[in-house]
């Protein structure tokens, strides 16, 4: 795992891909911020993924939603996303869990994914405000959140990567 920047722009190509998948599941993804190496600093890194993020195909962003498990729901295995999934979500209160799972079967059955909020910071009861507010949304309108969510999320996992984050 490379813990610098000047680290990460020296990795091949095949191996930075790897690290950025840990980061977002998407291919697209990493393939394209991989590929604008090297950068200057890590607000530039920061700034071009959260680009990249956003302009995913929405079938890109459903590929890399695969990887996150249920708010509320403990991330399984030893690997670093899903370490870095259950530190995420710490403020899920165990109370709030049952009221979450049947959040999450609401936003899925409306929405067709992975309810997804940038956890890092946020109560139980916060996310859970958040998603019953999210069910109100139209599609299109949850797409640009999701992205954002998505966004903000690895923005957080690029600077633990680089070494800049918890």
């Not at 697209?28 to 911020?33: E, K, Q, R, S, Y």
């Not at 409306?110 to 069910?135: D, I, K, P, Q």
Request: with cysteine.
């Amino acid at each position: 795992m490379p813990d610098t920047l000047e680290a990460f722009n020296a990795l091949p190509t095949a191996e930075a891909e790897r690290e950025l998948l840990a980061c977002c599941a998407s291919p697209a993804f990493a393939g394209l911020v991989a590929s604008l190496r090297p950068y200057g600093n890590l607000d530039g890194l920061l700034e071009t993924a959260g680009k990249v993020v956003r302009e995913l195909e929405w079938g890109d962003v459903l590929e890399a939603l695969k990887a996150h498990p249920r708010i509320g729901e403990r991330a399984g295995g030893d690997g670093r996303e899903a370490t870095w999934s259950r530190q995420e979500q710490s403020g899920v209160e165990e109370r709030l869990r049952a009221a979450l799972a049947e959040g999450n079967r609401d936003y899925e059955g409306r929405f067709g994914h992975v309810y997804l909020v940038c956890a890092t910071g946020l109560t139980g009861a916060e996310m859970l405000a958040r998603l019953r507010e999210r069910l109100r949304n139209d599609e299109e309108s949850e797409r640009d959140v999701v992205r954002g969510e998505l966004a903000a999320i690895v923005r957080l996992r690029l600077a633990k990567l680089m070494g800049a984050g918890g």
